[in-house]
């Protein structure tokens, strides 16, 4: 029989009963030292079956294995010490036997022969490896040989305690540059809060006072027992998310993938209810990844003092009676002062604001703050003098500064009771890369960042508003209320202005700027979904919005806070497109509100203007004005309405140079509106725009905006807006040329292949998005104005151009928005007879586009 394989079906049984344990609710910390106990087993029955025993040889566990933790499919890492390098060929033999049987049982081994000598040359030449050497194990073998090592790491020599510790900073600062705490698909061990800022700690502590584990550290005064407590109730619930990773991958898995994260939560127990079991689930683990944070942070610096004597170094600078700046650390005199004077807590951030020297809270301030914080009965919000000092905050040039370091410690939360509801809060969708507390707080400090003048090339109107609002605080208060709602059902906007309205009366603002907070919160989205998901241009568009803003101050309000929004949502949603188009309705939404009503405009005065100002430069050209009259006498008036005089030379000056009868592509060199602007002029015919769409999706080209049109004599003249996909203009000469290539030869042929799209990504795969049509009122009588959201799919715009030719509609133009895995396009459309959808049109296109959209592309 074959006994590896009787090993690994043995192992593959544990597994199962381990994971019935799990479901029982039998102790994680039972379940990873039972599955090492298993695992040492089968490694000395292993050992003696190969007759390892009769050589001069030690089997040690290092790593997490040296310390008898471990999950289903966690590395096995074995340290084979040999007395000397001079290992007998039967002993070479029978380790290689040994190797391979466990590999064929199911192990994931790491392993390494190495004599002392070697093994402590190369621990003090790679600190993970000494680290990994201090938790070393002794399994089977020669005792005497392991005594040995023992020791020898243990020497003073050997990593000095305040280099070890020098190393492992640097270590955890390289590995939090590398990742984000709240990443929305977290790894549990290397991200920041995560299971190896806790090892940090252990491991500091290993070192320096000998201590073979957390609880060891309450012995030398230096963790208090609630704060243990707090680091194992951490620890075990990581240790879960970890455990039930494993089991459903059925690999050593540290990434909570999307494609993983519902039959976590599931298995972990949680339920779909108000809130999603996955975002129910995610919410915890950032609550607890971001008390490993502080915990992590107070007691490294605790270690910092002990093991490096700095504090005394630190220059002292008094501040008030009360308190003290200890270098870059606040320090509080009196350790009775939080608890016999809460609003002292309040008054500590606002000595932060003042004091621009001030960067962190010295350890045990922090400490006196975190027992204040577990002491507090009632929020901080109902102590009037907590609000006095709140709103000296808040008014402070350097309030967002103390805020953040609020949020940081969940001072915040301490304060706003509705801020502690939205801690760890998230949205299991792509689009919101941040938990809801901490988006509002990277939205704060883009408001900070405005301000900065090293920002003024990449915000240059919002950093010339952020100095002209009236009270900078009341942006403030609105960005902090503008989410401060998710989760708990309803109209977000509308329920945050109620609690934004409540907190200014209670604070005692003026109901003047009452209101205004509570408009900006009730409106945070409307100037974002008007520029990327309306047609600006269009005077009516435009001019609602206007009605909405009021005046020219909620309207310098509402664009700073859009701007700040959009770029606390994920790294990827700002980019110069939208830039552009929330400038452009700034401003023409400035010159509604500064001439009052909006005056008709006379279509035809319009188009003389463009065709005067394009003619101009195009006569400067050399270009002959017959010429000129020839080919515009074939385009409609809406040619010149929907696009710039430099547009429209630029596209005549190509024209009159081209053969007619072929296709024509261009694509612009200088960016228009934060994108590259795609020309496209051929005979018009069948599932063009489709055809465009899928040639560009298959170049993984993003479109944002399309002007669909055709001349009096039936030819395209279609305008696209196209960028890359990290947001960027086409800018390389060999991309541009591939692209028109593409188009040009798939313009050109005559008939039409089926399209062929790319693959969907993993990272999509896990999400449904239910396609809804949506019709909007609209000023025109000649046209319709519809809403698409559907899942992001490969050839999705190719799929809603196949609908449109088949239901004998005309798109005129269209707004494409992608938020993470939704698409949220606007489309304005006609009928072939130029007339508006009606009803039954309307019924017929929207289940044409739910059917299509959920199957492959109609042939």
Known sequence: MNTALVAKNTLIEFNQRLLEQFTANEPITDLVQQRCQFVDDLLKQSWLKFDLNNHHISLIAVGGYGRGELHPHSDIDLLLLTQSDSVSQQAKDAISQFITYLWDSGLELGHSVRTIKETLEQGQLDITTATNLLEARLLIGQEALFDELYDAIRQEDFWPSDTFFLGKIEEQHQRHLRANAFDLEPNLKSCPGGLRDIQTVAWVAMRHFDAASLSELVAHDFLEPVELTEFLECQDFLWQLRFCLHMISGRNENRLLFDLQRQVASMMGFEDGTQLAVEQMMKRYYRTVRRVMELNEMLLQLFKRATLSLSSSLTIYPINDKYQRRGRYIEVLDDQLFEQQPE???????????????????????????????????????????????MAILKHPRGIAALSLMHKHGILSSYLPAWRKIEGQMQFDLFHAYTVDE??????????????????????????????????????????????????????????????????????????????????????????VTAQRRDISDPEVVAVFADRVQDAVHLSYLYCLTVADICATNHKAWNNWKGSLLRDLYFATQRVLSRGKEKPI????????????????????????????????????DYFLRHQ???????????????????????????????????????????????????????????????????????????????????????????????????????????????????MSRIMKPFKVRTQVSFLPGAKHDTSMMELIALDTPGLLAKVGDVLYRCDITLLSAKITTIGERAEDFFILQTAQGQALNEAQQTQLSEALSEALTQPLHQ
Request: glycine fraction near 4%; include cysteine; hydrophobic fraction near 40%.
């Open 439 to 528: 988006h509002t707080h990277r939205l704060l400090l883009n408001i900070e960042r405005f301000a900065q003048p090293d920002q003024k090339d990449e915000f240059p109107l919002g950093a010339i508003l952020i100095n002209q609002l009236p009270k900078k605080g009341l942006l403030v208060l609105g960005a902090i209320f503008h989410d401060i709602a998710k989760g708990r059902g309803g109209d977000h906007s509308k329920l945050g202005a109620t609690d934004a309205l409540d907190f200014c009366k209670l604070h005692g603002l003026s109901d003047h700027d009452g209101r205004l907070v509570a408009w900006l919160v009730e409106n945070h989205l409307v100037m974002s």
């Open 344 to 390: 002292q807590i309040l008054n500590l951030f606002l000595l932060v604001a003042k004091n621009s020297n001030v960067r962190r809270i010295y350890a045990p301030t922090l400490r006196l703050l975190r027992q204040a914080r577990r002491r507090l009965k009632d929020p901080l919000q109902d102590n009037p003098e907590c609000r006095k000092y709140f």
């Open 602 to 637: 006379d279509v035809a005065d319009r188009v003389l203007e463009i065709q005067q100002k394009a003619q101009k430069e195009l006569l400067r050209r050399g270009v002959k004005q017959k010429a000129i009259n020839e080919l515009w006498s074939r385009f409609k008036d």
């Open 645 to 759: 005089p430099n547009q429209v030379s630029w596209h005549t000056e190509a024209l009159l140079k081209h053969d007619k009868q072929k296709p024509l592509v261009l694509i612009s060199k200088h960016t228009t509106r934060g994108g590259s602007e795609l020309f496209v002029y051929a005979k018009d015919k069948p599932k063009l725009f489709a055809t465009v769409m899928t040639v560009l999706d298959n170049k993984n080209i993003n479109v944002h905006d399309a002007n669909i049109m055709t001349s009096n004599d039936d030819f395209a003249l279609d305008t696209f807006v196209i960028l890359e996909q990290d947001g960027e203009p086409i800018s390389q000469l060999s991309r541009i040329q591939s692209i028109k290539k593409s188009l040009e030869k798939r313009l050109a042929t005559q008939k039409s292949k089926p399209p062929k799209f790319r693959k």
